[in-house]
């Protein structure tokens, strides 16, 4: 991760000089404007990862809350004078940290390299969306997708139909470098094979009949992004020819043109078939396997990760939920039921399962005896009993927003929580910190990493969120 792009808005010349010369020494990229310059500044969009504004005089708070209001995603740094009069608490309110100057070099570097880390976890966060659970087998998709995605090695992406192929296609490639150009995906299963090359590579204008006007083709549209070539096991051959030669040669021509043109495109192909099978009977070509099998991900199936589904059930409601498309809860019991299900449409059937309960019970709370018929052959024992720490995960909390209902709610310490506390005793700062730190990551999970609204979520002051994240990366 590199060092934090930063803003800084000051109408005093002598501290201006001085953070610059301190942010320069430390290699830090700095964008220095005055009060009067700012106010254009903001209109653009900001690419910045830190705002410092030099504070003169409570006037300034309109200046504030228009700054904080136009980066709601960005930690504000206040620079207050040391000999300067103590700030109001509103004005404290509006930013994520006062620091006194000249400062200490220690807290300076030690502030820096916080926004770093959330840097980091910000941008973690949104790559891995969609990517629910906590099972050790999405976990590793979720770490092969890192390791993968700052290169700009071709992935061949394998599992069954509704695994999240292009969930784990558009995570490589908002964790990469090409992040802010094109994602452009592409179904070569569902183009009639004659019309797949002008799809790809595009046409000029009659070129064949129906061909009115020139037309840009996929790889166009991709240039200087990403690629994805959906279900590439049912590309026909003659098609796979072509498609071998511009991964080998990095140039294409659209169809009636003899003009070349050069592509700067990274290729990410998925595929629910078994490309070694589909090469043993000729339908697919080995060596452009070979070019597409750089770096493969397996997804694994719905039922190789039942764990997940509370995770998954949770993620799929609060999508629901922020399209306006309708909301529902499940109970404990409902949830018990679905993890045993084969769930031979993977995560595909469940989201079309829980849309459905959505459109029928509307923000009503469904329970086992409410789900499809084909899901009443399964039983919930007596003495079934889900795990608490796989709920607890997958709910925030216990308000009536909560996508699933546990029989016994999960309410924080002194709310009128029952808890078990075991035979051997617990040591209570130790739990009280994990759970705190706990539900600060879903807090930043739900709110996509941004520290203000997760902050919002947990009631608190983004100052105080932004102070115990900072405590937990030097613990």
Same mark, same amino acid.
């Given at each position: 991760m590199g060092s934090p792009n930063i803003l800084l808005i000051d109408d005093n010349p002598l501290r201006t000089q001085q953070v610059e010369t301190v942010l320069t020494f430390l290699e830090y990229e700095l964008t220095t404007v005055t009060v009067l310059e700012c106010s254009e500044v903001l209109q653009n969009s900001l690419d910045y990862d830190l705002v410092m504004v030099g504070y003169a005089t409570e006037k300034q708070a309109s200046l504030l809350r228009t700054i904080t209001d136009k980066t709601t995603d960005l930690p504000v740094f206040?620079?207050?004078?040391?000999?300067?009069?103590?700030?109001?608490?509103?004005?404290?309110?509006?930013?994520?940290?006062?620091?006194?100057?000249?400062?200490?070099?220690?807290?300076?570097?030690?502030?820096?390299?916080?926004?770093?880390?959330?840097?980091?976890?910000?941008?973690?966060?949104?790559?891995?969306?969609g990517l629910a659970g906590?099972?050790?087998?999405?976990?590793?998709?979720?770490?092969?997708?890192?390791?993968?995605?700052?290169?700009?090695?071709?992935?061949?992406?394998?599992?069954?139909?509704?695994?999240?192929?292009?969930?784990?296609?558009?995570? +490589?490639?908002?964790?990469? /470098? =090409?992040?802010?150009?094109?994602?452009? &995906?592409?179904?070569?299963?569902?183009?009639?094979?004659? %019309?797949?090359?002008?799809?790809?590579?595009?046409?000029?204008?009659?070129?064949?009949?129906?061909?009115?006007?020139?037309?840009?083709g996929r790889f166009e549209m991709a240039e200087g992004g990403t690629l994805f070539l959906d279900e590439i096991g049912d590309m026909p051959m003659p098609m796979q020819v072509k498609l071998l030669r511009v991964l080998q040669e990095r140039t294409f021509e659209r169809v009636g043109s003899n003009k070349t043109i050069q592509c700067d495109v990274r290729i990410l192909a998925a595929t629910h078939r078994q490309l070694e099978q589909e090469i043993n009977e000729k339908r697919f070509r080995e060596d452009l396997f070979y070019r597409?099998?750089?770096?493969? +991900?397996?997804?694994?199936? /719905? =039922?190789?990760?039942?764990?997940?589904? &509370?995770?998954?059930?949770?993620?799929?409601?609060?999508? %629901?939920?922020?399209?306006?498309?309708?909301?529902?809860?499940?109970?404990?019991?409902?949830?018990?039921?679905?993890?045993?299900?084969?769930?031979?449409?993977?995560?595909?059937?469940?989201?079309?399962?829980?849309?459905?309960?959505?459109?029928?019970?509307?923000?009503?709370?469904?329970?086992?005896?409410?789900?499809?018929?084909?899901?009443?052959?399964?039983?919930?024992?007596?003495?079934?009993?889900l795990e608490w720490t796989e709920l607890e995960t997958a709910v925030n909390d216990n308000s009536e927003s909560s996508p699933l209902v546990l029989e016994k709610p999960f309410l924080p310490a002194g709310q009128g929580a029952t808890i078990q506390l075991p035979e051997q005793g617990i040591d209570l700062k130790e739990y009280l910190t994990d759970l705190e730190n706990e539900l600060i990551r879903q807090a930043l999970d739900e709110c996509n990493g941004v520290v203000?609204?997760?902050?919002?979520?947990?009631?608190?002051?983004?100052?105080?969120?932004?102070?115990?994240?900072?405590k937990v990366e030097t613990s």
């Open positions: 206040l620079l207050v004078d040391r000999d300067a009069q103590p700030i109001a608490s509103s004005i404290e309110h509006m930013v994520t940290r006062v620091l006194e100057w000249p400062t200490v070099y220690s807290i300076l570097t030690e502030e820096l390299q916080a926004i770093v880390h959330q840097q980091a976890a910000t941008k973690k966060t949104q790559s891995h969306k906590q099972s050790s087998a999405i976990q590793k998709t979720r770490d092969l997708i890192d390791q993968v995605a700052k290169s700009d090695a071709t992935v061949l992406i394998l599992g069954e139909s509704g695994t999240g192929k292009e969930v784990v296609a558009q995570a +490589i490639h908002r964790a990469s /470098l =090409r992040r802010d150009k094109p994602f452009v &995906p592409v179904n070569c299963g569902a183009i009639p094979g004659e %019309l797949l090359e002008s799809e790809l590579f595009g046409h000029e204008k009659g070129a064949f009949t129906g061909a009115l006007t020139s037309r840009q597409l099998n750089v770096f493969p +991900i397996d997804v694994p199936a /719905l =039922r190789e990760r039942a764990e997940d589904i &509370p995770h998954l059930v949770s993620d799929l409601i609060r999508r %629901l939920q922020a399209a306006n498309r309708g909301s529902v809860k499940l109970s404990r019991n409902a949830i018990a039921v679905l993890m045993q299900h084969h769930w031979p449409g993977n995560v595909r059937e469940l989201s079309n399962l829980i849309e459905r309960l959505a459109i029928i019970y509307p923000d009503s709370l469904v329970d086992a005896i409410d789900l499809p018929e084909k899901f009443q052959a399964y039983t919930v024992p007596a003495d079934a009993k203000a609204h997760a902050a919002k979520l947990l009631n608190m002051r983004r100052t105080t969120l932004v102070e115990k994240l900072r």
